[in-house]
């Protein structure tokens, strides 16, 4: 009993331990991301140190791996049924790519372009 106590406590140190090495990808921000190099994983940033007068802050990385099946679909920030989700660069798990040319998903139909909105 005390086995499986101890492999449980390993298992989830393991599981939120936060990476520190995720290609080309570093957080910027808090929130969700999609991983840039798995369809299958998604990557949440936390404020790590505020840092001074909020410059300068830090963040801690987690990647999550969607349940079997599953991807991540970047737009709705949710792991999906993987015939549905279109995974533009990001490798899928056979390493096949949809879009080797895509950028960022335009999930707001807005890329490139600047939102101004004034506050009443």
């Known amino acids: ?31 969700i991301f999609a991983d840039p190099d798995a369809c299958a994983n998604f990557i949440q940033c936390a404020l790590g140190d505020p840092g001074t007068n909020g410059e300068d802050a830090t963040y801690i990385q987690y990647v999550t791996t969607c349940p079997e099946t599953t991807l991540f679909e970047e737009c709705d920030k949710v792991c999906e049924a993987e015939d549905t989700v279109d995974c533009g660069s990001r490798p899928r798990p056979d390493g096949s790519v949809d879009d080797p040319d895509a950028g960022p998903a335009d999930c707001d139909g807005t890329a490139g372009t600047t939102i101004v909105r004034s506050i009443p």
């Not at 492999?7 to 990808?25: A, N, Q, R, V």
Request: a negative charge; proline letters at 3%.
């Open 1 to 31: 009993m005390k086995s499986s106590s101890s492999l449980l406590s390993l298992l989830s140190l393991l599981l939120l331990t936060p990476l520190s090495c995720l290609g080309d990808f570093t957080c910027e921000e808090e929130g």
